[in-house]
Each structure stands twice: as structure tokens, then as C-alpha cells.
DNA sequence: ACGCTACCAGACAGATCTGTCTACGGCAAG
DNA sequence: CTTGCCGTAGACAGATCTGTCTGGTAGCGT
């Protein structure tokens, strides 16, 4: 007999269209701090602040939202990692031990918890979509440096971008366990060294 | 009224007190070709071809599985490591070299997803017993690497067992997104060129 | 023969998770 | 003003997952 409620609050309104962005951004805080699989749908959509028709409006399915979210890293970490490359200077030798810096500023900032691509593809089967994103974003990753290594003139550019992408994964790999400075540290020295003998030109501890 | 039911099959048995290394094998494949979270509790049960009863008393909780699973793993990948190294020769430089054909031969085995470590750390929150034990094994990894460096003398081995840990950690991360032998060759060559450097000696691309 | 222990079978409870659906309110364009 | 779109609120279905419980069976030592 009663009427159904009265309806309480007015709810506060998400102005038209921003609604995914706030969805992708509690998923990129989520995801990462708790990993895919962990960070329930409910959770992400109470912590935007959104409803669960509009969530769902934008992202049909949880996958939809995972590789808005990978999208989303993509574009970040890649940002960071040239931006410590050209910080480096113009020198493309420079700049293949400069990227690594982005590594050492990742390990620094809080609630690291390492490359949010590996551990993706941790928690996905393959042949699925997220895991083909991971691997393509790699790969990226990997011919840029090889396009450095080659403006460096080294000798066998693919090695020595094989090198330093393990280096680098290495790193990031670590940093799932602890946000060690000192491995970052590390990977930049031991860059440093190859990309030295890559050059022709002594190893570094001779040469400093 | 009627008798609950006259059971039908008589159930093919365990052997007594064998019941805990079928779950434990059940899980080690299923844990590290799916994942922690997504291997449920049941799948491995009935894979095991246990009793439910059975599986709790062995392992009160999955988190019990879970650590048994990396104790198991610890112990099957750390004899690999060691087994790489001692084939490699007495020498201690040779054997940092040769630690790494363990890597390439995991590379070549069917259903090769990388480090179980790094995959169940990215997982688990920072703090849990399963994140821990993951450190633990890196932490003791990176020791024995640290104890070879030693004897074969380097300078630094401390530095030598970092940079030879991101190599490995770096090849074993990229195992999760394809199993390319390419990885673990470039990882095996780039050390040589570590150790050898490390040595005082020339990079091996001109001792070759 | 008896009882103890280790096992099997599977129902069940309770939580959680994804995704759908209904109902309603505000805003802007026509 | 009315119509349509975009948003909120939240109930609901159905699947799945962890962990408990009951009841019965096989084998072994005594």
C-alpha cells in the first residue's frame, strides 16, 4: 500500500559522459593494486561512484574493461619510458641507459607492484585477448629499443635490444616482489655496460 | 524409508597415506597452467580423484595447497638451476654461464608459462604467506648466484649476482607471454659477456 | 571378529561474482 | 511542454567457489 520509497537522495549525477572515465580510473587503481581476477566488477563500480547499467553500458563485459585498462598502462609506462629516454639527451646510446630511469622512478613511487603486462598475462590463459595486448605491447617495447640500438650504430642491434629488454623485464619482474631501487640501479649499470661493449669501447668499470 | 541407496560402485582407492602427493601433483599442473584463482578447489579434487574429506584434511584451506605447490616448486626448479650449473664443469665462471641452459630447457617444455613465482606473486597481495615465500626463493636464488660469483672471483660479486638475477628474471618473465628459446639464448650469451667482464678478460664477442 | 584409520561419495551452506532487468529522476533539444 | 537520452538505485538470476557435514566402505593390526 505504500508508495514504493519516496526516493531519498538525488544521487549525485556523473556529468554526461564522463562516466567511463571514471570507470577506467577506479580500474586502473584496482587492477593493479589487486591484480584481474581479484578486483570484482562490484567493486570497481561502487568505488567509481557509478551504476551498474551505465558500467555496463560502456563495457559490455569485464575482458572489455581488463583491455581498456592494458590500453590505458600502454599508454602510460610507454609515455614514461620515452620520456626518460629523451631526458637522457639527443645521443641514442645515451638514451637506451636513460629509459631505465623510468624503471628506477616506477620502483620509487608507491604502491608499485611491477609490470602490470606480466602480471596480467600471469592471471590469462593463452590465445586470449589480454594475453595477445601483453605480448604486442612488448614487442613494441622491444623495436623501439632495437630502433635505438640501431641509431647507435651498434653492431648487432637485436641482440643487444634483447639484452636490454630482459634487463628491463627483469626489473619489472622483481618488482612484483619488492620495489627494490637497488635492482633498478642495477639493470641501469649493467644497460650502461652493454650498451658500452656494444659500442666497441671498454666496459664501463675500465672506463670510469 | 528405503535404504539411502545400496551404493553403486565400490570407489577405486588411494593407497593409503598416498592420497596427499595425488592432490599435490593435481595441483602443481593445474596451479601453474591456469593459475592460482582460476584452478578451483573442486577441479583439483576431482582431478586428484580424491574425496572432498580427504582434500581438507591434507590441506585445511587452498592457501595451504598453495604454499605446498611452491615448496614443490622451489624444490623441482632450484634442482634444475643447480643441475644446469654442475653440468657446466667445475669451473665456478662456467657454471654462472650454464645455470642458464635450465632456462632454455624450460623453454622447450611443453606448457612453459613462465616463472610459478612471479606468476603467483602477481596474484597475491604483498604480505601474505604466499608472497613471502616468493621472495624467499628469489632472496635464495640470487644467494647461491652470489656464492659462485664468489669463488670464481669477481671483483663485485654482489653486482654480478644482480645483473645475472635480472637476466634470469627477465627470461623467465617473458616466458609467460611465448616461450621463445630465442629469450634464453640472448639471456645465456649476455651472461657469458658479464662474466667475462667481470673477470677482467675481454667480452667474449672478441675472445670468440 | 572387532575396531581403528584412511578413504570415497556427494549433499549442503554461505559467500561472491558476473551480468540482466525494472523503475525512476533530471536535463536538453525540438 | 513533451520526448528521448543519460544517469542512479538496487533487486534478481545463475554460476562458481570455498569449506562443512553425513554416511558408508576398504584394509589392517590385534
Known amino acids: 500500500m505504500t508508495p ?3 526516493t531519498a537522495a538525488p544521487a549525485a549525477r556523473t556529468p554526461a559522459g564522463q562516466a567511463r ?8 587503481r584496482l587492477f593493479y593494486a589487486q591484480g584481474l581476477r581479484a578486483a570484482g566488477i562490484d567493486t570497481i563500480i561502487a568505488e567509481s561512484g557509478v551504476a551498474k547499467a551505465t558500467f555496463y553500458k560502456y563495457f559490455p563485459a569485464k575482458d572489455d574493461l581488463i583491455l581498456a585498462y592494458l590500453e590505458k598502462v600502454d599508454g602510460v609506462w610507454t609515455g614514461q619510458l620515452h620520456a626518460a629516454a ?10 637506451l641507459v636513460g629509459l631505465f630511469d623510468a624503471l628506477a622512478s616506477a620502483c620509487r613511487r608507491d604502491g608499485y607492484r611491477g609490470c602490470a603486462f606480466i602480471n596480467a598475462a600471469a592471471e590469462s590463459a593463452s590465445g586470449t585477448r589480454i594475453h595477445e595486448r601483453t605480448v604486442a605491447h612488448k614487442e613494441h617495447t622491444r623495436a623501439w629499443i632495437r630502433g635505438l640500438a640501431d641509431q647507435a650504430g651498434v653492431p648487432d642491434p637485436d641482440q643487444l635490444a634483447r639484452s636490454l629488454t630482459l634487463l628491463l623485464d627483469g626489473g619489472l619482474a622483481s618488482g612484483v616482489l619488492d620495489a627494490d631501487p637497488a635492482a633498478a640501479t642495477a639493470a641501469r649499470n649493467t644497460a650502461a655496460q652493454l650498451v658500452s661493449a656494444s659500442l666497441g669501447r ?4 675500465a672506463a670510469s
Open 4 to 6: 514504493p520509497a519516496a
Open 21 to 28: 572515465e571514471k570507470i577506467l580510473a577506479t580500474a586502473f
Open 86 to 95: 629523451e631526458a637522457a639527451g639527443p645521443d641514442p646510446a645515451a638514451q
Open 202 to 205: 671498454n666496459t664501463d668499470h
